[in-house]
């Protein structure tokens, strides 16, 4: 038998505390709780500052670079030496007051810009990437946890499928015919940001849904025995105020600690896939198709090889920690 | 990374490419040229690896046409009528000498008539005597259009037979299936008695030795081991080496003496034969092989490779290292072209030509150790080359811009520019964009990943591109196999595709003076009708030539008589390379 509601609340305003202002230490949601969990945890807190630099930088970067601050397209051939294969002339990659990590081999383009201008499209595609797949996974969670019987065991199979499919290879193999058709209703061309872009977002999010969905619906299938949703159905309210009004709110948790943690997995997808032409091509700089270029550069130009490699590590494991940091706060039960 | 571009040629020589010169060491001052060409003395036995990136698309005789694979298949396995000569001497190693046949041929009736007559004694692998027969039927198989597909096919428009009613094509259709109008065409045409073979042609044929000795098309083949299309990477050799087992496309295959082979019906001067066993490697990247040459050990001391050193490897080619290098001007010119479509006015043209930034491009590309300037699309070493028919250099802005502006178009003028992509390509075409559009353009850039379907997306009538880029290699060392081929818009532009043609060019001037040019008896006379041609090509912008690769490659220090001859393209020549 429950306790009655007029009863459980005289309960709590009765217990004796001893503070100041009562009312500020009973006020304390959920939210509270765990945002003042997560600013202790020290490491987590640094991670959060460097992925805020990195969203800020990736911000002002259209901006820094139409004023002119930084460059990444003109080309400074006199700074390279024709006779060693055009690397940089001086040591450490030609590193310099105007070119403070260098400039690149061959064209001689500036490093900084390059991988500041980088670091902008990288994380748009991220971003884009990890919203298409939480979007989809979230949707067809709640659905799938909450319906149950046939649209439950469907969906399930279609997580199985999806999962099941080489991801990759259907990257490379539709890479051609997906871009073509992209470009075909997007401004620009076959090798210009917008259609390899879209193109990449599309299929990195459509494979990366299942296991958002896999995870939302465990939770759903929890969530929805709960009273709160046995009374909103019963006062009739439709399927779709049960999903977005009643379950979605409790999911929040879920779904920002998975979209930390695909954020980073997108972006190493990204420099995977340039390694094997699918993406954004160049001129336009991300830090994929810096870092494949400098591949070949690791023996004869150490410096221009380091950095972008060095900006993607940092990311990669900010945005992982950050991931942690934020699972740990939320959910502080769950056993690691 | 040169190489990664090579491929892109590679693909050209699927549609043609080439016996050219190549002269040696050009430009490079470094003393590092040929170190060792001499070194070590020429013994016998051994194995030999031959490093190769990508797969070749053939290794039937008949649809043989990339440049390397052409004269080391004449070392090894594949012996012609005449032959090209070991030599470093550029001029000496294009010059053909008898091989199955006794002399070089006889012509006769203005050089319409060739005879040649094949040597006693010279054996097929298993031991049975190469006919006349065998060298009528291989030239038959260059007809069969449909299976023999990718080999050169000049011998359709020479061999004198007709063509078939209502359409270009010869009446004569192949050995596979042919109306018998067309095989007594073709037996009129080739006869022979005896030993003794006699080509009959259309139209006069003065370099048709060089043709010979340049390509495979003329190649005898045993009509009982040919199969059409399953014989593509089938070896059934007459020279030194014979395949152990079987070729594998994506890895290659291992050559070992052919027992059959009777030394005393060929010269040292053309195959020395040296080790025991050559093994064909293909599919290690550049940088693999890069690496694996600078360490040196194990199987790598005797190994060569066709693939240029990558500009990034460049600084760790010093001390020892450097002295196993050799740089060689390849017989390949880049170039870009206008189409002709998009960019009618001429104007413009002569902007984009005016603004192209030739120094910025090659030193993107790794600089004077991976490409030379060019100044016409005629490679030097190729008769009818023409030094300062473009300016080249970094381009002049400001005329570009007048030249706009007197044009009376819209500034910055819009162009896209298509190039097969990789990481070198697109820093060299980043270098074109921003001289272009200094000089008033509004460049975009069209980098295709896919190398494999880069020339037949050029070749498509429909595609939207202004600016292109080519590379091509003559056949053989004139300039009517560079210009004729590419911008003859007869039998290039038809509904389906551009053919060479990529530009859409189309000059009724420049078509008289290669009808004369191909006419002409002497040969003085060709090329100088061909240097005109090619003044009309850079009057009205046709091309604007880019560069020449240049061949850096490295090779194992237990290598003897290493040499990349002219006959072999610049690529490493296995004619006379051994192993200690």
């Known amino acids: 038998m429950s306790l009655p509601e007029s009863q459980l609340e005289r309960l709590e305003t009765s217990v004796p505390v001893d503070v100041a202002d009562p009312e500020a230490v009973l006020g304390k949601s959920p939210t509270q709780l765990a945002l003042g969990r997560f600013r202790r945890d020290k490491l987590s807190m640094a991670a959060f500052v460097v992925v805020a630099g990195y969203m800020i930088g990736a911000i002002a970067a259209p901006f820094l670079n139409k004023f002119g601050v930084i460059d990444p397209f003109t080309l400074h051939q006199n700074l390279l030496d024709p006779t060693l294969g055009s690397v940089p002339k001086g040591k450490y990659g030609g590193i310099s007051w105007s070119h403070p990590l260098g400039v690149e081999p061959g064209a001689g383009r500036d490093v900084m810009s390059r991988l500041w201008y980088g670091v902008t499209f990288s994380l748009t595609i991220a971003l884009l990437s990890s919203l298409v797949a939480i979007v989809l996974g979230t949707v067809l969670g709640i659905i799938s946890g909450f319906t149950g019987g ?56 459509l494979f990366g849904w299942p296991p958002i969905c896999r995870l939302i619906r465990g939770q759903v299938l929890s969530i929805r025995e709960r009273e709160f949703v046995d009374a909103a159905r019963l006062l009739g309210a439709s399927r779709r105020r049960l999903y977005f009004k009643e379950i979605l709110p409790n999911l929040w948790a879920p779904v920002l600690v998975s979209f930390t943690l695909t954020m980073p997995a997108y972006i190493s997808a990204e420099a995977a896939l340039s390694y094997l032409s699918v993406g954004i091509k160049p001129p336009t700089p991300t830090l994929g198709n810096v870092l494949v270029d400098s591949i070949n550069y690791s023996s004869s130009d150490f410096t221009f090889f380091f950095f972008p490699a060095l900006l993607i590590a940092i990311i990669v494991v900010s945005f992982n920690l950050l991931g942690d940091g934020l699972n740990d706060a939320l959910d502080p039960k769950a056993d690691r | ?235 059934f050799s007459n020279g030194p080496y014979k395949l152990d087992g079987t070729w594998d496309k994506q890895k290659g295959g291992t050559l070992v003496r052919n027992p059959n082979y009777d030394p005393s019906t060929d010269s040292t001067d053309i195959r020395k034969a040296l080790p025991d066993k050559i093994i064909i490697d293909i599919g290690k990247t550049s940088e693999q092989i890069a690496d694996q040459l600078i360490a040196n050990s194990g199987a790598d001391k005797t190994a060569v490779t066709s693939q240029s050193i990558p500009a990034a490897y460049y600084s760790q080619i010093t001390g020892d290292v450097a002295k196993r290098t050799v740089t060689v001007t390849s017989p390949f010119t880049d170039y870009i072209l206008p189409n002709f479509k998009t960019m009618t006015n001429l104007q413009v043209r002569q902007a984009l030509a005016a603004s192209t930034d030739v120094t910025g491009w090659v030193q993107a590309g790794g600089g004077d150790k991976a490409y030379e300037e060019a100044t016409d699309i005629v490679n030097p070493a190729v008769k009818g080359y023409q030094k300062d028919l473009f300016p080249g250099g970094k381009g002049d802005p400001e005329k570009s811009k007048q030249l706009l502006q007197s044009a009376g178009v819209q500034m910055p003028y819009p162009i896209t520019f298509t190039y ?49 880029w080519g590379g091509w290699g003559a056949d053989w060392p004139s300039a009517i196999t560079v210009t004729a081929p590419l911008f003859d818009s007869r039998p290039n532009l038809t509904k389906n595709s551009n053919g060479q043609d990529y530009g859409a060019y189309k000059s009724a001037e420049f078509n008289a003076l290669v009808d004369q040019a191909q006419e002409a008896t002497d040969l003085d006379q060709q090329t100088q009708l061909l240097q005109q041609a090619d003044k009309v090509l850079a009057k009205d912008v046709a091309y604007i030539p880019t560069d020449t690769a240049i061949f850096y490659m490295l090779r194992g220090s237990d290598v003897t008589g290493y040499m990349n001859t002219a006959a072999s393209n610049g690529y490493p020549d296995l004619g006379p390379i051994g192993v200690k």
């Not at chain 2, 040229?33 to 031959?50: H, P, Q």
């Open chain 1, 150 to 205: 046939l649209v439950d065991a469907t969906i399930g199979r279609l997580v199985d499928l999806t999962l099941s499919f080489p991801q990759t290879l259907m990257l490379l193999a539709l890479s051609a015919t997906g871009v073509a058709l992209a470009a075909r209703y997007l401004p620009g061309n076959q090798s210009d940001p917008f259609p390899n872009a879209f193109y990449e977002i599309l299929v990195l999010g």
């Open chain 2, 1 to 235: 990374m040169a190489s990664y571009r090579k491929k892109a040629l590679a693909v050209a020589a699927a549609a043609s490419m080439s016996v050219a010169l190549a002269a040696c060491g050009g430009g490079s001052d470094n003393g590092s040229n040929n170190n060792g060409t001499k070194s070590g003395e020429a013994t016998k036995g051994g194995t030999l690896t031959y490093y190769i990136r990508s797969a070749m698309e053939h290794t039937d005789p008949q649809r043989t046409y990339v440049g390397r694979d052409i004269t080391n298949w004449s070392r090894t396995v594949y012996r012609s009528l005449v032959t090209f000569p070991i030599s470093e001497d550029a001029a000496k190693s294009t010059t053909p000498v008898p091989d199955l046949a006794t002399d070089t041929g006889q012509s006769s009736d203005g050089a319409k008539t060739w005879k040649f007559t094949v040597k006693d004694g010279v054996k097929w692998e298993d031991g049975k005597p190469i006919t006349c027969e065998d060298f009528k039927y291989g030239a038959s198989r260059v007809f069969a259009t449909d299976v023999i597909t990718g080999g050169p096919n000049y011998l359709l428009t020479y061999l004198d037979i007709p063509t078939a009613p209502g359409s270009d094509l010869p009446l004569y259709t192949g050995p596979y299936k042919s109306s018998p109008e067309g095989k007594a065409a073709f037996d009129k045409a080739i006869t022979c008695d005896g030993n003794t073979i006699t080509y009959h042609f259309k139209k006069p044929w003065a370099d048709f030795p060089l043709a010979i000795a340049a390509l495979h098309m003329m190649d005898p083949y045993r009509q009982d081991k040919d199969q059409g299309d399953k014989s593509n990477y089938q070896i």
């Open chain 2, 420 to 468: 097969p992509s990789t990481p070198t390509a697109d820093k060299m075409a980043a270098a074109f964009k921003q001289g272009w559009e200094a000089g008033g353009f509004k460049v975009t850039l069209d980098g295709v990943a896919d190398q494999d379907t880069y020339y037949t997306n050029i070749q498509n009538p429909g595609q939207k591109a202004d600016v292109i």
